[in-house]
């Protein structure tokens, strides 16, 4: 409490609530940065929830060891799930992991992981990696280590995920301590109290020992004073809900979802069902599966390529993949039968392939395998000379059968023009069906018809020629008559 002289013979009291008095006089305390990975992961919820988020991610996957095409067992004592869910927390707090082989003269007999904050990494030309903990120290070969990256160091620390962030997560944790000491003290913020005229010191000990009180914490906020000189409080202190708190906590929790690669929406745990699916599959096919990959080649090239086996993260098992396998099966034949050859297709929809091959192996299309089938005996087609002769015929008969004559109408682009009138004369002296067969097979000439149609020709000329022309026959018939 400070009394404080104004001028017009007012008088001042400025009373400092409990909870700023505790910041002012424990400073130290309050002002004790969230400067470490351990510090955050305890006191921030967020970082807390973030590693979690994917350690557990990334130690879900099903695991499978192989050797050669044969899955086998895991080897080692130590369960595998756990070293992958210990090796994503070291590398997401300290930028390393780092796990130790526990063997004897002949062979690696178990694993054991490191916490990375208490190993140190050094690095000289004649040891070159060299691993160190509370006396002990291993050569790199006796150890599995992987690190993230750095621009500062190529080999003996990396940049962690939660170090990234810390910054963001020191102002979620003054947020949330400034608001819990202001309400643990009441709500009080710092408030002037100016006083009319002069009070003696009985009077201002009072109404100060009062506001000391009322300032002290939630019991003694429904305190009343009741005395002779009008007193007028001025709140001196900003006003929680004018400082921003919301925004600066939102943007802090969209910065720590980013460094973890984690969606907000997902990460807050508040994922609407329209984006929920399509938020899960890109934090597992953009975050968890490349850190799956890291960690599957350092056990490969640094444990398990000794001893002839090898290490896969499942994806395809997961119903996750499985669903997006369908969707990209069917993108991939839709590309192949617009005309992408099969191994551009399979690297645009981003296809995992053997170690032994290449996107272009797919390109190469088989030839196809020569059969050879005997050749069966096949009729020739029809001539359409012959088809169309055919049907004439069969139109004659028709005709015929009816009683009529069997000349009729026929119009044939196939048929040649006096093929056609040497037809029609035929047909007109046809009385039987044996005649009209005569006619298109071309034997009437032989049959007496033959003479009929010359003379039926003859006589046709005649009635078309000039008559003058049967004028003069008929002059040289009389003279010869």
């Not at 000189?229 to 709140?235: G, H, I, N, Q, W």
């Not at 049959?447 to 149609?453: A, F, N, R, V």
Request: aromatic letters at 10%; proline letters at 5%; a negative charge.
């Amino acid at each position: 409490m400070k009394l404080t002289t104004i001028d017009k013979a007012y008088k001042g009291l400025v009373s400092i609530p409990s909870w700023q008095q505790k910041l002012l006089s424990d400073a130290a305390d309050f002002t004790n940065t969230i400067d470490s990975v351990q510090a955050a992961y305890q006191s921030v919820p967020l970082v807390y929830r973030g590693v979690k988020m994917r350690c557990d991610a990334i130690s879900s996957v099903p695991v499978k060891i192989y050797k050669g095409d044969n899955e086998q067992e895991w080897p080692y004592k130590t369960a595998l799930r756990q070293l992958i869910w210990n090796t994503e927390a070291g590398l997401l707090g300290d930028g390393k992991a780092v796990i130790l082989k526990l063997k004897n003269r002949v062979r690696v007999l178990d694993l054991q992981w490191l916490n990375p904050f208490t190993v140190n990494v050094t690095y000289d030309q004649a040891r070159g990696l060299y691993f160190s903990q509370h006396g002990q120290a291993w050569p790199d070969a006796d150890v599995i280590y992987i690190k993230e990256f750095s621009y500062n160091d190529d080999l003996t620390s990396g940049v962690s995920t939660v170090q990234a962030c810390l910054n963001d997560a020191a102002l979620m944790n003054y947020q949330t301590r400034f608001a819990s000491r202001f309400f643990e003290a009441g709500a009080m913020p710092i408030v002037l109290v100016s006083a009319e005229g002069t009070i003696n010191d009985d009077e201002k000990a009072r109404v100060q020992s009062f506001f000391t009180k009322l300032a002290s914490g939630v019991g003694n906020a429904w305190r009343y004073l009741v005395t002779r000189t009008k007193l007028t409080p001025e709140v001196v202190s900003q006003d929680i809900d004018k400082m921003s708190m919301p925004e600066l906590y939102t943007q802090a929790t969209k910065n720590i979802a980013n460094a973890f690669g984690i969606p907000v929406n997902m990460f807050m745990g508040d994922d609407n069902y329209a984006s929920a699916a399509e938020h899960r599959l890109g934090f597992w096919q953009d975050v968890i599966r490349p850190r799956a990959r890291m960690i599957e080649d350092a056990f490969n090239q640094q444990l398990l390529e000794a001893q002839g086996l090898r290490m896969e993260f499942s994806f395809d098992e997961m119903d996750i993949f499985q669903e997006d396998e369908v969707k990209r099966a069917d993108s991939l034949s839709k590309m192949v039968s617009a005309g992408i050859p099969l191994g551009d297709a399979m690297e645009m929809l981003g296809y995992d392939l053997p170690q032994d091959k290449t996107y272009a192996d797919y390109n190469v299309v088989p030839e196809p395998e020569t059969i050879e089938v005997p050749a069966l005996p096949v009729e020739p087609p029809p001539f359409p000379l012959e088809d169309e002769l055919g049907k004439w015929q069969k139109k004659a008969l028709k005709r015929l059968e009816k009683g009529k004559c069997a000349d009729c109408a026929f119009e044939s682009d196939i048929i040649p023009e006096g093929m056609q009138a040497e037809i029609h004369e035929a047909l007109k002296l046809c009385r039987d069906e044996d005649e009209i067969k005569q006619v298109f097979d071309g034997t009437y000439e032989h049959s007496g018809m033959g003479e009929l149609i010359t003379e039926l020709r003859m006589a046709t000329a005649l009635m078309r020629a000039e008559p003058q022309v049967l004028n003069v026959r008929m002059v040289q018939d009389e003279r010869e008559g």
